[in-house]
């Protein structure tokens, strides 16, 4: 009986390191991935056996998109440079967007404070101590106008991570934008109106599951005719991922979440390759390299098969993932932080290995603060290095073909999939999210990983090993009281001066859309025109829809 | 009676971020410490209610918003208030330089910024905590 044919792999490990591991042994640490995933010493073809190039890798612009959406690359156009920052005032914070945009940034990116982001006014009691802290103080219209001034909408691109209380912002950026005299059909950028990911992860929800999904269809219906350039939803991973996921868990559930909004959009009977284009993306760039790399060429191949063959969406633009990608908050050390700059370039090098749209360097102060200007644009140069002197932009998905990164793309692609199975099982996301079952699997994952840092398995420079005694303290971005007091001034000020009977009919028709099915866009709108607070507006809907509240588990 | 250290874990404000307060319970947990989670979005009046109602020897806050010294001197305040002086406080999160010796004069001296070792803040616990240490 013949026996089947050595592998070149298996021929190598008999001949040469067998004798090699003899003379010399491997360190004893266990080879993983910063998830866990264990890594062999060597990639062969061997390694791949089903992989079939047409079909798994295509080529850069073509189905499935392995290689990227476009075929070009970064030869036509590099990612946009968007630096996520907020803080203080309305004022303080535009000016930081003017040095931005002077020191070459190409998109805005709005990070608002807490207040502002869980829809409470700054003279709500749980408000105390937060106004201005995380970001800026946005508490009506007025503040919008502050915040945008001397900024033509018109010509920019603007992200604004909020979710929530985002169609309430959204309205009030359009209604900015009206203001300025800008067509509402050319406005481009994104709202983050992604509410899954924070009843998995970052936990500013304030709605019920169901009723915040209607609001999310609500903007997918309003933009499809009235803002058409415009990212409706940035489904993220980010936070799951900072959260304490692995990278795959990550993948899984920012897809099937991307899945769920399709979904609805559907049931909602909306067209998806209508809508569908203006959904995009936001992944975490964690610590490990080839892993994340993997990470994103896997979603890309994954969403292109979701939107053709699981939503039968005919429009290539519906199939094209396109993502924006911040490097890991959480990988960032308050110790030694000068380090963070280092790690935040391999971080920012994998996305765009990975083939991101857009980027967000972290500033190297972020472990203790929000970041000051000189940080925030260091950070900035950093992906400017790698974009105009790496040389990494030349050639477009310059690793494809590479037997460990395909290898590890096909894994990442299989096990989120087994994920989609077991929410698949459960009725979807909103059921699993109900249920706790992505909460639980990203809070077992972060516990495994501490434990690994204590056990110093895995080693965190100036953290668990090459530890500096007596550092220096560095500058850092310190926020007093002063926003809240102003913000407070203007609230009370702001309620003295507007027409208040105009707000209270705008907030009832607010409240009349949402017990029926009508756009709650539309009377939003006509809210912000009256200068309705964030706080009013979503406890107007807050007295239509209840508030959730997630039961608490260790 | 139970001798085990009971803590009760609050994430106070705003913010929604738990992964530190929900490791940080487990890993008391698995010391062997009664862990209460309060679970999110707690006010200083929830926390020492809670902290009453559990008969609590440790209270340790998760604070990453910058809210620190708004929320710390009212729990203070409320502990001396209920009478409840002898719960140890700790905090962990981030937490200015500037803002360290405010907090200590507070009687919060038990302040873990990230990175700080499981390990550390168990042992920490187990050396200060004044309350059942004195009943046993």
Same mark, same amino acid.
């Given at each position: 009986m013949k026996t089947a044919a050595e592998s070149e792999k298996q021929r190598w490990e008999r001949e040469v390191l067998g004798p090699a591991l003899q003379k010399s042994p491997e360190r004893r640490i266990p080879f993983t991935t910063i998830s866990g995933r264990p890594i062999d010493r060597l990639y062969t073809r061997d390694d791949l056996p089903g992989f079939d190039a047409a079909r798994d890798l295509a080529t850069p612009g073509t189905f499935p998109y392995t290689r990227g959406i476009h075929p070009t690359g970064y030869r036509g156009r590099l990612w946009t440079m968007r630096q996520f920052a907020g803080f203080g005032t309305p004022e303080e914070t535009n000016d930081r967007y003017r040095t931005l945009l002077q020191a070459g940034g190409t998109g805005l990116s709005v990070a608002f404070d807490l207040p502002t982001l869980m829809g409470r006014d700054p003279d709500h009691p749980l408000s105390l101590g937060e106004v201005g802290k995380c970001g800026v103080s946005i508490v009506s219209l007025a503040d919008m106008e502050r915040l945008f001034d001397g900024i033509a909408l018109g010509n920019i691109t603007t992200s604004m991570t909020i979710n929530s209380p985002a169609p309430m912002i959204f309205a009030m950026y359009l209604v900015v934008a009206e203001k300025q005299g800008a067509d509402w059909k050319t406005l481009s950028g994104t709202i983050q109106n992604d509410i899954l990911k924070e009843f998995i992860a =970052?936990?500013?929800?304030?709605?019920?599951p169901r009723e915040s999904m209607r609001l999310i269809t609500d903007v997918f219906a309003f933009c499809a005719n009235e803002v058409p350039k415009w990212n409706t939803i940035s489904v993220s991973g980010y936070h799951i991922r900072e959260a304490g996921s692995t990278a795959a868990q990550e993948l899984a559930f920012t897809l099937r979440d991307g899945i769920e909004y399709v979904q609805y959009g559907v049931d909602a009977g909306l067209d998806v390759d209508v809508f569908a284009p203006q959904i995009s993306f936001f992944f975490n760039s964690h610590s490990d390299f080839f892993e994340e790399i993997a990470k994103f060429r896997a979603a890309r191949k994954l969403w292109a098969d979701v939107m053709r063959n699981r939503f039968k969406a005919k429009n290539e633009r519906s199939w094209k993932l396109r993502f924006h990608t911040q490097t +890991?908050?959480?990988?960032?050390? +308050? =110790? =030694?932080?000068?380090n963070n700059v280092v790690r935040t370039a391999l971080q920012a090098l994998a996305a765009v290995l990975g083939g991101t749209q857009s980027l967000h360097t972290n500033s190297l102060d972020e472990a203790l603060a929000l970041p000051t200007a000189d940080t925030a644009t260091l950070a900035l140069r950093t992906q400017q290095i790698i974009a105009y002197e790496s040389g990494v932009t030349n050639s477009v998905d310059p690793l494809g073909g590479s037997y460990f990164l395909e290898k590890l793309t096909l894994d990442m692609e299989h096990e989120a999939r087994r994920y989609f199975d077991v929410i698949d099982r459960m009725g979807g996301m909103v059921e699993a999210v109900e249920q706790g079952f992505p909460q639980r699997e990203i809070a077992e994952a972060s516990y495994r990983f501490q434990q690994s840092v204590e056990m110093r398995d895995k080693i965190i420079v100036g953290v668990n090993d090459f530890v500096q005694e007596d550092e220096e303290p560095i500058p850092i971005l310190y926020i007093d009281d002063t926003t809240a007091n102003r913000q407070l001034a203007r609230l009370h000020e702001l309620k003295q001066t507007r027409d208040n009977e105009a707000v209270r009919r705008a907030l009832g028709a607010l409240q009349s859309a949402a017990r029926g099915g009508a756009n709650t866009m539309y009377p939003l709108l006509d809210c912000v025109r009256a200068y309705a607070t964030v706080g009013e507006m979503c406890d107007a809907l807050r007295e239509v829809w209840g508030e959730y509240e997630e039961v608490p588990l260790i | 009676m139970s001798q085990k250290i009971r803590v009760v874990i609050a994430k106070p404000g705003l913010d929604g971020h738990d992964r530190g307060a929900k490791v940080i319970a487990r890993a008391l947990r698995d010391s062997g410490m009664e862990v209460i989670y309060t679970g999110l979005r707690q006010t200083p009046e929830q926390i020492v209610g809670a902290a009453l109602q559990e008969d609590a020897d440790v209270i340790g806050l998760s604070i990453l918003s910058g809210a620190h010294m708004h929320i710390c001197p009212r729990v203070m305040e409320l502990l001396k208030e209920k009478g409840l002086e002898d719960v140890l406080v700790v905090i962990g999160g981030i937490i200015p330089d500037v803002d360290i010796p405010k907090l200590q004069a507070m009687g919060i001296k038990g302040i873990f910024l990230p990175g700080s070792p499981m390990q550390e803040i168990i042992e920490y616990i187990n050396a200060n905590v004044r309350r059942r240490a004195e009943a046993i």
């Open positions: =970052q936990k500013e929800y304030i709605y019920p +890991a908050g959480v990988s960032l050390t +308050a =110790q =030694q932080p000068y | -």
